[in-house]
């Protein structure tokens, strides 16, 4: 089973192997050229957004060309495996997404060292677990929280590709910010956090998330569920953040612990590395 590869980037777009398959996506961050254009004439299929939406286009015109549900050059679906031994499922979208965020990968080796596997661990905006079902594999405890069914639904298929059983996991399908703020009328604690905040987004009931608006509630709830000795990972991906403006929030809601905030980096085999958000650490 072949890996994952960001081959090259630039162009506000990015060229991605996952597994048979090389996608090219939009990357707004990536204002650059590309650094290996002949790369790109490899592609199999590629997104354009139209709107919020878009389509899926075959680059390549072989008798029996791969078609999908949103257009062509690609299955609906197949698996691929990361460097951590972990199978996943690729399933291309409308909106160009295919399943997983990868540069959770880039981080997760570290959470790992720094997790206590014997308390309990908290995912929030979990999507379909690329930043913990490496957890689960390793024997955490781990409650899983997001508001999307298809994510909920793409985690428990990726728990099973992997053999995982759900004995001592729980799977909240909810908005985020309604779970934990009951989590926290109850006087619920958890020994470790991570959460994956997006830009924008919609509860359940078509509840509305903004990180402008909503990051320090955020913060302040993570802080407030974090055990004394707790720690937190705390990604992120607006623009509108810079790593000082991060640490200057994190260090006054985290007076307690060591914070760090770093650039999520993601490798490109063309040499340079894709700018993919912030990881703000509090251990």
């Keep these: 089973m072949k890996n994952y590869e960001l081959l090259d980037c630039g162009s ?8 048979d398959y090389i996608l090219i996506r ?19 299929s590629e997104f ?3 709107g919020e939406k878009g389509t899926w286009k075959g680059l390549k015109n072989p008798t029996g060309m791969k078609r999908n549900k949103l257009g062509s050059g690609l299955p609906d679906n197949w698996t691929i495996e990361s ?12 909106y160009g ?4 965020f990868t540069e959770h990968w880039t981080y997760v080796s570290d959470m790992l060292k720094d997790f206590d596997k014997k308390g309990k661990t908290l995912n929030l905006f979990s999507y379909t677990g690329s930043n913990s079902v490496d957890l689960v594999k390793n024997k955490h405890r781990v409650t899983v929280v997001d508001s ?4 909920m639904d793409g985690y428990t298929y990726n728990l099973g590709l992997n053999n995982l059983s759900r ?6 399908h909810e908005d985020v910010l309604k779970f934990t703020a009951r989590e926290i009328r109850r006087g619920n604690e958890y020994d470790n956090i991570v959460c994956d905040s997006p830009s924008f987004g919609r509860g359940t009931k078509g509840e509305v998330f903004d990180i402008d608006k909503h990051l320090i509630e955020l913060l302040t709830t ?9 720690k937190l990972y705390f990604t992120l991906h607006s623009p509108r953040f810079t790593a000082t403006a991060l640490e200057n929030i994190a260090k006054q809601l985290f007076d307690d612990k060591t914070v760090t905030v770093t650039e999520i980096l993601n490798p490109c085999k063309s040499g340079v590395n894709l700018p993919s958000g912030h990881l703000i650490k509090a251990i």
């Design 48 to 50: 354009t957004k139209e």
């Design 26 to 44: 939009p990357c707004p961050q990536a204002i650059w050229m590309p650094f290996n254009p002949e790369l790109w004439n490899q592609a199999d």
């Design 167 to 172: 004995e001592g996991q729980r799977l909240i």
């Design 97 to 100: 997404n295919i399943g997983i």
């Design 222 to 230: 993570c802080k407030t569920l974090l055990a004394k000795k707790g």
């Design 83 to 94: 460097k951590s031994g972990i199978s996943w499922q690729i399933e291309p979208n409308e």
């Design 12 to 19: 506000g777009r990015k060229l991605e192997r996952y597994g």
């Design 148 to 151: 999307s069914k298809n994510a």
